[in-house]
Each structure stands twice: as C-alpha cells, then as structure tokens.
C-alpha cells in the first residue's frame, strides 16, 4: 500500500531590511555654508533643506541628513568624511539604527 504525502509549501516574505540614520554632528570649526554643500551633494538635498538641516545641526548639535539600508548610510558616512578631509575640515557623521 502506497502513501502519499503532501508537503505544504510556505510563502516566504522579504524582510524590510533595517534602516540607519546617518547623521551630521556639530564641530566649530566646519564652514556652515560646507555642510550645506555636503548635504546637497551626498545627500541630494535642495537648497532649503541643506539649510533646515544644518541650522539642525549647529543648533542641536546633530543633525538627520538621511535615513538608508546600511550598506548604503555606510557609503554616505565615508563620501562626507573624505569630502570634508579633502577640503580639511573635521565634520564628522555617525550611523544609528531606526
């Protein structure tokens, strides 16, 4: 006697994958008008937001320039840093979970 068995396949979703905040932190020695630059380069902001941000940034002392996958918060994180050392300023970024 032969058996037959069924075998139930299970839909398998895509996870969302996480998401990091890259953000700007304050320093008194970056121009502002080069973080603006910065945030209209690598992060693709007009002008008006570059500006929203930075303020952000002087005044609180971080500032969000965007949320990414790592992979590429990671990449964002490096273009700012060898932008501001190129132009010898010290900005910084930092990467933090969502």
Known sequence: ?????????????????????????????TPMDFVVEVLMQVFRKSEEEAVRVMLQVHHAGAGLAGVY??????????????????????????LEPE
């Open 69 to 94: 996958t790592f992979e590429v918060a990671e990449t964002k994180v490096m273009q700012v840093e060898d932008m501001a050392r190129s132009e010898g300023h010290p900005l910084q970024c930092s």
């Open 1 to 29: 006697m032969s058996r037959t068995q069924t075998k139930t396949r299970e839909k398998s979703q895509t996870a969302t994958p996480k998401q990091w905040k890259v953000l700007l932190l304050n320093d008194d020695y």
